[in-house]
């Protein structure tokens, strides 16, 4: 069956599109890809023929379907007390080196079983397709055991069965020192090293993460977790200068990281590293916000070098409990001084190179994946501009409307 969705305002997203919309624009879509895309006055009359439906959206604004390519969706337990704390004074980091933060999401995670942990993430998975998310990147790095990694990354490859959504894992076991390897952290990226090939054998693993920080893990462990990763032939990204500079980014750089992600301490010289690499700089405006930073990312200089920028929500319980990535869009304008157009290339186009699927995901056009947003909006930047209004009409995935 081809349906032939027209009198779309298409936001296609794709390199060269004039002024990037399309007028009275027409997706015809062939079982999960998009067959033909264009002003419906273009379109070849044996295509239009051959469409056995058709459906008017009355001039609405058509995107590609979002992509949240950092998320950390699957865990157990939250941390409104910590929340609390914050507000009160304490660091991120206080509470962090206190034992509290990741190390207590480790502990609840660890206490919830498969089925809850799944019925929690699913949850929140929904509001985000609610929102028009078509595919998300999903982390490990609350279990911190082989068995809790591949519990969480487990849980992560069910939603995909059970929803209408794609879903990338991303192993990110050296997230945070395991209780059981305390003083021991050399000990710790060794099994994080040998789990790895494990999980990736039961094909688990999509990519490979760390959290390099002066929190997290150094710059020789985080080499060391990346060259596990290069033997197996599976792509790397980093959690880099969130907190500090660690240099970071420019080791991902070396080992053709897909993305380094937070990035508000980035120097000239983790810029140029990336730029060089062609890696995606994954700004999170809702951690920036929610822990009140106040170093900006080097938004300009990304810009300059020619840097894709890609937005996310980084959804966990630590430091972004957000499940919105419209309000992602505004965030990444009003705080960190994208315009509309470049936050929606940073949820959909960008997004999608993030996770490896540029080639397929993230654009609008003939021969990529049918995975599209229909919207209550005239124009792209509605989407970044209201707060709290959901605009999203209709969600397509794969060709299928509606399903979550
Ligand atoms: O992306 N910075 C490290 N990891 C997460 C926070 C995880 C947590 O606090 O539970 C992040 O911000
Ligand atoms: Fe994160």
Redesign the pocket.
């Known amino acids: 069956m081809t349906t032939l969705w027209h009198n779309a305002t298409l936001a296609t997203m794709a390199d060269g599109a004039p002024g990037g919309i399309i007028e009275r624009g027409a997706l015809l879509v062939d079982r999960d890809r998009l067959g033909w895309v264009g002003p419906i006055g273009e379109l070849p009359r044996e295509l239009r023929l051959a469409a056995t439906q058709e459906i008017d959206v009355g001039g609405a604004l058509v995107t590609p379907g979002l992509i949240d390519c950092?998320t950390?969706l699957v865990?157990g337990g939250e941390?409104a007390r910590e929340f609390e704390m914050r507000l009160q004074g304490s660091s991120?980091e206080e509470i962090?080196r206190a034992g509290g933060?990741?190390r207590a999401?480790v502990a609840a995670t660890r206490a919830t079983d498969d089925d809850r942990l799944q019925a929690l993430a699913s949850g929140r998975l929904r509001t985000m397709m609610a929102e028009g998310v078509t595919t998300i990147e999903i982390k490990s790095?609350?279990g911190l055991t082989r068995n809790d990694e591949a519990r969480m990354l487990r849980v992560a490859r069910r939603l995909a069965d059970s929803h209408a959504v794609g879903v990338r894992t991303t192993y990110l076991a050296a997230?945070a020192l395991a209780p059981e390897y305390e003083d021991r952290g050399e000990d710790y990226v060794e099994a994080v090293c040998a789990w790895l090939a494990q999980l990736h054998a039961e094909g688990l693993v999509d990519a490979v993460d760390a959290?390099c920080?002066n929190i997290?893990f150094s710059l020789a462990q985080t080499r060391r977790v990346f060259e596990a990763a290069c033997a197996l032939r599976l792509p790397v990204k980093l959690?880099a200068e969130?907190?500090s500079n660690q240099g970071g980014a420019a080791l991902a750089a070396r080992f053709g990281a897909l993305s380094c992600?937070?990035l508000e301490h980035l120097d000239a010289a983790g810029v140029r590293a990336m730029a060089a690499a062609g890696c995606v700089a994954v700004l999170?405006p809702g951690?920036y916000y929610f822990?009140r930073q106040t170093q900006l990312p080097p938004v300009r200089e990304l810009r300059a070098a020619g840097v894709p920028i890609a937005i996310a929500t980084?959804h966990?319980?630590?430091?972004?409990p957000v499940l919105s990535p419209l309000l992602m869009l505004n965030m990444a304008c009003v705080l960190f001084g994208l315009t509309p157009w470049e936050a929606l290339r940073g949820a959909t186009a960008h997004a999608a190179r993030a996770l490896g699927l540029g080639s397929t995901h993230g654009v609008l056009a003939t021969g990529k994946r049918a995975d599209f947003v229909v919207w209550d909006a005239a124009h792209p930047s509605e989407l970044a501009y209201y707060i709290g209004r959901n605009a999203c009409r209709r969600r397509v995935h794969g060709g299928v409307e509606g399903k979550s």
Do not use: E, V
């Open positions: 950092h950390h865990y941390r991120y962090a933060g990741i999401t790095g609350y997230h959290f920080d997290g959690h969130q907190f992600d937070h999170l951690a822990l980084d966990n319980p630590g430091s972004s």
